[in-house]
């Protein structure tokens, strides 16, 4: 492997391929669940580049993990133990390339950090609507890797949705360059959609054309506090009626959820919550004018209240009052973590079932697993939820983990089959959820995905244990 290094080194530079030392940022999983050994870690800067070091791992028979900031939580993107696998940071590969006004598009690095991307389309007078709670973080690349997902999806859809074209290398170290930001282009098979979602398994996303939106006149935001989740769900609808495409994000969270936000972060005011099962946030985005959009929220929750299915609301009165409010719904997985290791769950459920999968899940856990602690959050507004399963008060949450995940996961994704649900909504499979997705994938869609790994990469070089087990 000698002289792999070499080469690498005479494409990137020297200085950019990382053998020794603290590599812990690109050796260990964002949950610290998992640490692997590269054999190098490999900082290309440009298209070109790439390409050369995948031609020469792939001539070498050296597997390659594809890593943008390393934020996902599914262990897909770091290496495995062995070694030999050579970790390609698209970190250098940061830059917005062009910004298309009359097109609403913008062409961007796979390494460009997310916030950094809003941030250049809001100074161009454009928003970029993906946002998540890794937005400092996480880059445009894995986003796209794993579709990722977040607080605007009910009205702006997955990253999948804001994508309009692809530059990939491929395993060969081909270069696709299929950036052309059409909106209409029926020639042939989409590959774009192709390479989305597909965790770096085969090929390198290394850069990308988004959708851009105007910005909105006026963004407001509501806290509700409701008595059931299928109140909660009575209040989406409430919410599609009054605001249509304004309603840009519908969180909920479950009391427990919010109590650990208090516990761990005393500092934070959180409205509502001490004596309400659910809350909810929502975000209004009106390109008419600020008052529009209030007097929209107002009649919402006017409603809403007479009806029952809201027992208090306040809306923000400034920009730094909905920043507080969105700063506790970002703070349920942190205070998760100091209240100490857990099990989390990223699933799907069709939302006119999620209040009857929460009943029936609570219940099958808390008969099987006395004592145990059920964290409830996510997006309600487009059936996704996060599931997270806590240790009993007081007990060792290693220990916990270590007995009974299997048990946990089992009972809840069969609850979660059975309500025609998914297991994976925005994390992606990594490595966490390969042998659940062999489970519970049908053996058709299997062989077609197995059919296609097997077509685009057949040395199983890129990323191989994720998604799909390695052949």
Known sequence: MHQLIESLRRIVGPTHVLTEGDLSAWEM??????????????????????????????????????????????????????????????????????????????????????????????????????????????????????????????????????????????????????????????????????????????????????????????RLTAWAALPSLDAAVTLLGLAHQHLGAGLTGFEVMGQFALALVARHFPQQRIPLFTDAPYCVLLENSDHESEAHARAQFERLLETALDSGCVSDAVVAESLAQARQLWHVRESIPMAQAEEGLNIKHDISIPVSRIPEFVRVTDGLLAREIPGVRLVNFGHLGDGNLHYNVQAPEGGDARVFLREQEARVNTLVFDSVQAFGGSISAEHGVGSLKVHELEQRKSAVALALMRSIKQALDPQNLMNPGRVLRGE
Do not use: H
């Open 29 to 218: 999983d964002w949950r610290q669940r998992e640490r692997g050994k590269a054999l190098a870690v490999v900082r290309p800067v440009a298209t070109n580049e790439v390409a050369e070091v995948v031609r020469t791992c792939a001539a070498a028979g050296a597997s390659m993990v594809p890593q943008g900031g390393n934020t996902g939580l599914v262990v897909g993107s770091t290496p495995d133990g062995t070694g030999t696998q050579v970790v390609l940071s698209l970190q250098r590969m940061n830059a917005v390339r062009a910004i298309d006004a009359a097109n609403l598009t913008v062409t961007v690095e796979a390494g460009c950090v997310l916030q950094s991307l809003q941030e250049s389309a809001g100074k161009a007078g454009f928003l970029f609507p993906l946002s998540l709670a890794a937005e400092g973080n996480c880059t445009i690349g894995g986003n796209l890797g794993t579709n990722a997902g977040g607080t605007q999806v009910v009205r702006y859809g997955n990253t999948r949705e804001l994508c309009l074209g692809l530059e990939v290398v491929t395993a060969q170290g081909a270069v696709w360059n299929g950036l052309s930001g059409l909106r209409k282009d029926n020639t042939g098979y989409d590959l774009r959609d192709l390479f989305i979602g597909s965790e770096g398994t085969l090929g390198v996303i290394t850069a990308a054309t988004m959708k851009l939106y105007p910005l909105p006149a006026a």
